[in-house]
Each structure stands twice: as structure tokens, then as C-alpha cells.
């Protein structure tokens, strides 16, 4: 019996090199991404997936169980997201004078993203998510006052699985130097194919 792969019990501390791609087609056949953006300063980040457990009775107790699963909804706020990226992100346009325009009707593109959890330990684990797209955020800003404060942004968003695959989330731990393991989970959601090799995708 080969020896059981050793659990790693080291704690988050730390969330770092996140990265986004816009889904430019996702079929039966395939799917494929433009090149990954990397958003610096991300600070915090929540994900949680709907689910529901149906049951069915009979002769006075539960006789089935089973469980449904919808969107994830994703949250995560950073230091700053620069516009640009939320011209991308939240399907804004610029115009030739350089304005961005928020019409009426607002049609984000879907995108894929990974993320870093960074643990004690100098290891981490990646969460990749496959196929999913950003709600406008509300605007907010305050006065200077006496003591300086840092304000932030947050994008929303949900997401779920890809047509090609019916992959919505990843997740691996990778050790301080294992780039294989980080490359296999960076070409899954980024650079899916069914022969496990469709060319490169920039970084």
C-alpha cells in the first residue's frame, strides 16, 4: 500500500497573486481565455457556494437525501482596483477621449480567477474559479480628516461551471517550490483542453 500522502495543517495567514482572464468562447469543444491579469494588493476574500439538501419521507423518517448546488458567490475587496481593470471586469467602455461610460445596460464579460491562500508555513493553497462574472459595486468615499485612512474597493461576482467541462472550482496546495503542481492548477482553469495541452496562455 503506497505510503498516505502527509496532510498539511499549517493556518492562513496570508491571501496573494491573484489573477483573471476573460472566457473568450466555452462549448462541448473547448474553452479558451485571453491572457491572465494579475490584480495586486487583494485583501480579503469570501466564496460560498449555494447549497440545498432535499429529502424525502416515508414510513415516518427521512427515506432519501440529495444535494443541490448553485452559483458561487464571490466577494473580494482590495487595496485599489485600478480602472482599467474594471473596464474589463465590470463591462465599461472607454471613449476616444479617453472617458469610461457605464450605459444603461451593462454586460460584464465572464472570466475565470486564481488566488493564493498563503499558510504559516511558507507552503499555500491555490483556489481557482472557472467561469463567472462582476456586479457593478456601490461607489463610496469620504472626507480627509486628522487621521489618514485607506479606503478600498470590492468586487462582487458569481460564478459556476464551465459549459466544456462542468468545472466551476480548483484547489490544490503547493509546496514552497513545487511549480509543477502551482502550473497544473493555473492550465486548468486557464488553459482547459481535453488533451491537456492547447498552446500558452501570457502571464
Sequence with gaps: MAEEEKRNRS???GIDKL??????????????????????YVQNVAIETEQEIAKAYGDNKVAEMAVSTGVSTVELQFHTVP??????LLGLEEDDDGL????????????????????????AELVGLAK????????EAQTKEDTLEFGSDTLSGEFTGRTFDDVSQVFVH?????????KSLMDKVFKPSADGDDGGVEG
Aim: charged share 30%.
Design 11 to 13: 493556518a492562513v495567514v
Design 19 to 40: 489573477y483573471y482572464a476573460v472566457l473568450k468562447d466555452d462549448t462541448e469543444e473547448g474553452a479558451t481565455y485571453e491572457d491572465m491579469v494579475r490584480l495586486l
Design 174 to 182: 503547493v509546496g514552497k517550490e513545487d511549480e509543477d503542481k502551482r
Design 83 to 88: 480602472l482599467q481593470d474594471r473596464v474589463v
Design 100 to 123: 469610461i461610460i457605464q450605459k444603461s445596460q451593462v454586460n460584464p464579460p465572464n472570466v475565470a480567477i486564481v488566488l493564493e491562500k498563503t499558510k504559516g508555513d511558507g507552503t
Design 132 to 139: 463567472g462574472m462582476f456586479t457593478l459595486p456601490a461607489l
